[in-house]
């Protein structure tokens, strides 16, 4: 078993799933008293939120290289980024260090694809649904079609997050608001819709929605036990 390297803590919300995830997988694919070999190093996410909103991407970058560097010295295999939208600065971070880094945006096409779907929806931070470096990536390297909310939407989406998600607060006008947005993009076309953001999931289920959800924060996790065991299929991208 390979040694799983986390950045978390943004946020440790979305964290905790992805250990949760990682351990659940772990144990159900090898049984008995077997858990992840895993080092997180976990940021203050409210340094980070501040980087964000004044723009300071390169600080951001940095202080994530830095973490990145920490858990390679510290024994890890891979590195993983627990949150979609610091995949921003992902090029940064994986040229910091000699070990695999495993891409979001990467783990999760290979799922929509498997799935047969070539046209989706996109909820995430508007950093994440907005800019370039998530959507690009989405239609360019893996040939999906990616739709996101309309302007509403976007802020509703990205309040929600910051105001609510990352808190640990989930509240059921939020959600019903969501499921609106989702509703609107299948009416577009959308035939399945990616929760572009680690904490979604805990807001959003698949028995909440008639198309397939793409919680990427699970897959992401799923993707580093399939690294960590050895198991991941040919031709996955990056890792």
Known sequence: MKTIGLIGGMSWESSLEYYRIINEAIKARLGGFHSAKSI???????????????????????????????LENGGADCVVLCTNTMHKVAEEIETS??????????????????????????????????????????VQKHGLDILIPDAQGRELVHRVIFDELVLGEIRLPSKERYLDVIAQMVEQGAEGIILGCTEIGLLVHAQDCLVPLFDTARIHAEAAVEFSLGTARQGSPDI
Do not use: C
């Not at 996410?45 to 202080?63: K, P, T, V």
């Not at 260090?97 to 990467?106: G, Q, S, T």
């Not at 498997?114 to 995430?124: H, N, Q, T």
């Open 97 to 138: 260090v000699n070990i695999p880094f495993l891409h979001i945006v990467d783990t999760t096409a290979q799922q929509i694809k498997r799935a047969g779907i070539r046209k989706a929806g996109l909820l995430g931070t508007r950093f994440t649904m907005e800019e370039e470096f998530y959507v690009n990536r989405l």
């Open 40 to 70: 997180l190093y976990s940021v203050d996410f409210a340094e980070i939120e501040s980087l964000q909103r004044s723009g300071r991407w390169e600080e951001a970058a940095g202080m994530l290289a830095g973490a990145a560097k920490s």
